[in-house]
């Protein structure tokens, strides 16, 4: 894939059938089509100039600054990687041109378009090994499932802080479907239903 950056630092994807030539690009943008070539291009580019890009893409996390101008590269390399190529092909080209002359004919001025960036799918968070997150999904995949008490003990949460973590969290932002019960001794048992 072609990658084409403009001064606004919009940054649009290309197949390579419908990737714009060197001739075809303006003057304000420059193209790259691997990490090396936008770490050569990233080597003329003020630091601030980075931390808009990042900062621009879809699903990044804002950043105010990065350790080096390398990890700064790799980073917008890796997340670029999602874009999806922007169609380019000889009959949206003419159709532009017929609509262009429409409006021209008929003393309608066109506005700049800006390139549309692709949202990157939604992927379910993953738990490091050894996390409280980790631990709550651990315990409440168990057969029996986990009683209030014995998560807080796990966590060192308080009950509030436990509650907020399932309903919040595992309910709302990942999915889970997590049911809430009283057993025998009526203590209240979480349990991630399948």
Same mark, same amino acid.
């Given at each position: 894939m072609t990658f084409v950056i403009d001064a606004e630092n919009n940054i649009t994807a290309y197949t390579p059938d419908t990737a714009p030539s060197g001739t075809e690009v303006k003057l304000s943008e420059e193209s790259f089509g691997s990490e090396k070539e936008l770490a050569a291009l990233a080597g003329t580019w003020p630091g601030a100039r980075l931390i808009e890009i990042w900062n621009s893409l879809p699903g990044a996390t804002p950043v105010k600054k990065f350790t080096d101008r390398k990890s700064a590269v790799?980073?917008?390399?890796?997340?670029?990687?999602?874009?999806?190529p922007a169609p380019e092909t000889e009959t949206? $080209?003419?159709?532009? &041109? #017929?609509? !262009?002359? %429409?409006? =021209?004919?008929?003393?309608?001025? $066109?506005?700049?378009? &800006? #390139?549309? !960036?692709? %949202?990157? =799918?939604?992927?379910?968070?993953?738990?490091?090994?050894?996390?409280?997150?980790a631990v709550?999904?651990?315990?409440?995949?168990?057969?029996?499932?986990?009683t209030l008490g014995e998560i807080m003990t796990a966590t060192g949460w308080q009950a509030?802080?436990?509650?907020?973590?399932?309903?919040?969290?595992?309910?709302?932002?990942?999915?889970?479907?997590?049911?809430s019960s009283k057993n025998n001794?009526?203590?209240?048992?979480?349990?991630i239903s399948r």
């Amino acid at each position: 894939m072609t990658f084409v950056i403009d001064a606004e630092n919009n940054i649009t994807a290309y197949t390579p059938d419908t990737a714009p030539s060197g001739t075809e690009v303006k003057l304000s943008e420059e193209s790259f089509g691997s990490e090396k070539e936008l770490a050569a291009l990233a080597g003329t580019w003020p630091g601030a100039r980075l931390i808009e890009i990042w900062n621009s893409l879809p699903g990044a996390t804002p950043v105010k600054k990065f350790t080096d101008r390398k990890s700064a590269v790799a980073r917008i390399w890796k997340s670029i990687q999602s874009l999806t190529p922007a169609p380019e092909t000889e009959t949206t $080209e003419a159709a532009t &041109k #017929a609509i !262009k002359g %429409k409006k =021209a004919a008929h003393g309608v001025k $066109e506005k700049p378009v &800006k #390139a549309t !960036k692709a %949202k990157p =799918a939604k992927e379910p968070g993953t738990a490091r090994d050894g996390s409280k997150k980790a631990v709550i999904l651990e315990l409440l995949e168990q057969k029996g499932g986990a009683t209030l008490g014995e998560i807080m003990t796990a966590t060192g949460w308080q009950a509030h802080s436990v509650r907020g973590f399932i309903s919040g969290h595992l309910g709302k932002k990942l999915g889970f479907s997590v049911d809430s019960s009283k057993n025998n001794t009526g203590e209240r048992v979480y349990r991630i239903s399948r």
